[in-house]
Every structure is written in C-alpha cells, then in structure tokens.
C-alpha cells in the first residue's frame, strides 16, 4: 500500500476515535421506542431480509430558453436536458439488536454515462440504552426539507459514525430530550483541504409533548496533513470553539493552524398544537418552527453570520394540507458557508452541505397535499428564490429562479404509479444581471414497491415529527 494512502487511512482512524472520545458523552441517555417505551432487549422472532423499496423512473427535460442550468438537484446528483431513467433498490436486514440497511440507485441517460451507487449501506446497533450506526445514510435535522440549514439531502449521503439515544424524562428539569453525535469523513480531493472531517452534534428537550427546543452544532475540521496534528487538547479547544475564527490574515489554508475550523450553531424550536385545540377548529394537527443559525465569530451575544428559517404546516381533517416554509442565508456582516481556511465552501463534491440555496440567498416553498380516495393523492409545490454576489453554490450569479411542480399519485395493486409535471425559470447570471431567462420544462413517471400508502408530511417536504420524541430512527 502507497504510503500516502496508509498515511490518509490512520488520520481517518485517529479522528473517529478522538472525535467520539470527546463528543460520545452527549448521546449518553437511554433510546427509546417510537412508543415512548424503553428500547426492549427482546430480539424479533425471526430475522429477515425485507424489500423496502423497488422503483423506477423515466424522465424528460426540455430546455425553455438558455442552457437551463436551474435543474433538480438532489443527493450529489443533477439532471440534465433530454431522457433520464433511474433504478432504486432498497433492502433491510433485522436480528436481535441488529439492523442493516442497502440503497442503491443507477441512473442512464442522453448526455451521461450509465452510473450507479450505494446512497444508502449501514449497519445499526442498540446496546446499553445507545443507537450506534456506522457506515453511509442520510443524516437530516430540520422539520422541513427547505429548512436544512447545516445538513441536508443536497449532497450525496455521508460516510459517518453516529450516536443517538433519548429518554423519555430528563431527571432534574422533566421532559424528555434526545441528543446525536457523529463524524463524518468528507471522501472529496477535490478541494483547498482534501478529506476533511465534519463533526456534528444536537441536543433536544420536549418539556410538554407539544414544543421541543433543540441545539444544533457543526465543525469542518481536519483534512490531509491536518486532522494528524490534532490533539486531545486541540479537540477539547475544538469543541468549546476556543480561539474560533482569530488565526490568519489571507484567506487560505497555508495561513491557518490545523486547529482551525468551520462551525455553524442553531436553534430550533418546534411547536405542535394540542390535540383538543385542533378538534375544535376541525383541524387534524398543526405545527409551525423557527431556527435562528450562525457561523464562525460572535459579535456580542449574537453571530456575524446569521440565517433563519421558519414554517407552518396546516392539515385540515378534511383530507388536505397546505405548508409554507422560508429560509434566509442573505446578510451584509458575513458570508454563510464561506470561510478563509476551508475556501471551497461548506461542501462536499460540488454540492453544499447545508440549505440547496448556498450563500447569500433568501427564498420560499409553498406546499399543497391532498387525498382522493382510495390512496391516490395529488401533491403541488411553488418555489420562489433570489441570490446575491457572494452565492458560493452557484458562484458569482445575482439572480433568482420559481419552480413549480404538480404529481399525480395512483395504488395498483402491490406498486404505485407517480406522474409529474414541472418546470423551472430563472434570470440573472452575470454580475449586471443582465443574462436573459431561462429555464427548462420536465415529465416524469415512476413506479415503485410495495404501494406504501402516500405520506402527507413526505410529500409537503417535511420531516418525522420531532416533538413528542417520537424515538430515534435509523
């Protein structure tokens, strides 16, 4: 073996170990059923293999005007202009304490090389009142999809360790909580500091079953020739951001420490109206969330950098929904996902890291769900959003661009059919914003097993819900 290479597999070695030394505390409170009950130690009858998922989609996309560079962008992944075919397999494995899990997808097209991937392969464990999972799946924290601000879909799922576990009441403050932790390792050459580390931890508390408050936390960190350097010391300096944003003059790496990093903090707080409440108004529930984020240095008690996001998400019990959400990363002090050290951005392999939008940028999705019986359903989407100068995801574009779309949802049988519609127009481009619009119309099928019957909040957007403590996941 090479020795840069052997080199390269030690640093990833040391900076799992040390990483969940100093961050494994966090995590350390009993997991929990999705019941509200203490994880059983009782394993299931009989351990099998399950099909989760098997679907396929065809897509076409028919440039509007220009070169239609406002496509879908999901998972490490665009679409380009013309036909586009995508194979998802997913399997799940459960024994005693174990479960493992297998996603894989191939996509062919036109204009692009037959390409597949695993977006999905982990292994999970419970043991001692800890959830542990190691290997590559999607780690997601905000309520709602257009909310992600420190981690998100947009990028291909990462490699990582991860920690969780729950308590369904906090000794000294009651309520329940929940806490996370793990290290991803950042398998990207291509950037100022290759093979980077990001450290990420969360913290929730649910003093009533309805309002959960929660702390978020994110550290790029390490990478080639760095993370070696690093010592107990330096992750301990690490984590309680000692000495964040002082070192260097010029941007670059050559002129920062290997202590140095890339950190971004939020707070989130989810509130759900009560059951009683929302019979009255004939509603079947309602929730609306706040997130207040910022990076890098203080300014006071407040950040330099801050973005927000905020939603509401309104179910009638007549069978229909509607939910609005908005995000901000625009603000004149700093720059989000920008940083002097880590110049390639807050991202991995071309994709950001956190909010799709990137820096600089304000914007909002409105979202309609409704059932027609019989488990079909119709689902609609409007999307508006406008960049500034210093758009690290787009580079130097002022701009903006609406997307919309409409999907048609139909059970037969054992497998389930998806028509879409949608379309996406943008204009800007240049630094005058001047480039005239353009954007790009696309029909998509797809058909998938089993016929699950259609989730509401999946397909508004938004997540699990994470009030009442509802357990942790895989």
């Not at 079947?284 to 407040?302: C, H, M, N, S």
């Amino acid at each position: 073996m090479p020795r840069a290479a052997e080199r390269a597999r030690g640093e990833r070695a040391v900076a799992f170990a040390c990483g969940l030394l100093v961050s494994g505390a966090i995590a350390a409170v009993p997991a929990r059923a999705s019941d509200g009950t203490i994880e059983s130690a009782s394993p299931p009858a009989r351990p099998s293999w399950t099909l989760t998922t098997l679907d396929l989609s065809l897509t076409h996309s028919r440039p509007l005007a220009g070169d239609a560079w406002v496509e879908e962008e999901a998972r490490g992944r665009r679409m380009s202009p013309g036909t586009q075919g995508d194979l998802g397999a997913g399997l799940a494995y459960a024994r005693g304490r174990w479960q493992a899990g297998l996603l894989w997808r191939g996509r062919w097209g036109e204009d692009l090389e037959a390409q597949g991937r695993f977006d999905e392969a982990f292994v999970l464990l419970r043991l001692a009142g800890i959830s542990a999972r190691l290997g590559r799946a999607p780690i997601l924290w905000a309520p709602a999809r257009y909310a992600d601000l420190l981690v998100s879909a947009h990028a291909r799922p990462l490699d990582h360790l991860r920690l969780t576990g729950a308590a369904r009441r906090l000794p000294g403050i009651g309520g329940g909580g929940e806490a996370e932790t793990f290290v991803a390792y950042l398998d990207d050459a291509h950037r100022a500091i290759p093979h980077p580390l990001l450290w990420g931890m969360r913290a929730r508390w649910s003093p009533i079953p309805e309002l959960s408050l929660e702390a978020q936390r994110t550290i790029l960190m390490g990478g080639a020739g760095r993370t070696r350097k690093l010592t107990a010391g330096d992750l301990w300096d690490i984590f309680i951001a000692r000495g964040e944003g002082t070192s260097g003059a010029a941007p670059g790496p050559e002129h920062f420490s290997a202590r140095e990093t890339d950190q971004k903090f939020a707070w989130q707080g989810v509130v759900r109206m009560p059951q009683r409440t929302a019979r009255a108004l004939r509603l079947r529930e309602a929730e609306g969330f706040y997130i207040y984020a910022g990076e890098d240095r203080f300014a006071g008690l407040l950040p330099m950098a801050p973005a927000r996001a905020w939603g509401l998400r309104v179910h009638p019990a007549a069978g229909w929904a509607l939910s609005f959400v908005r995000a901000s990363t625009a603000c004149r002090e700093n720059i989000w996902y920008r940083h002097k050290a880590y110049t390639s951005g807050y991202t991995y392999r071309g994709f950001g890291l956190g909010h799709p939008m990137g820096s600089d940028a304000k914007g909002w999705e409105l979202g309609f769900f409704a059932r027609l019986g019989g488990g079909d359903f119709l689902a609609a989407r409007l999307a508006r959003e406008t960049r500034g100068h210093y758009n690290v995801a787009r580079g130097i574009v002022p701009g903006g661009h609406w997307r919309w779309s409409a999907s048609l949802s139909s059970a037969t049988g054992r497998a389930r059919v998806t028509a879409e519609v949608g379309a996406a127009t943008a204009w800007g481009g240049d630094l005058d914003g001047s480039r005239p619009a353009e954007g790009i119309a696309r029909v998509s099928v797809s058909l998938v097993r089993p016929a699950a019957r259609p989730a509401e909040r999946e397909s508004l957007g938004w997540s699990r819900p994470v009030t009442g403590l509802a357990g942790p996941v895989p």
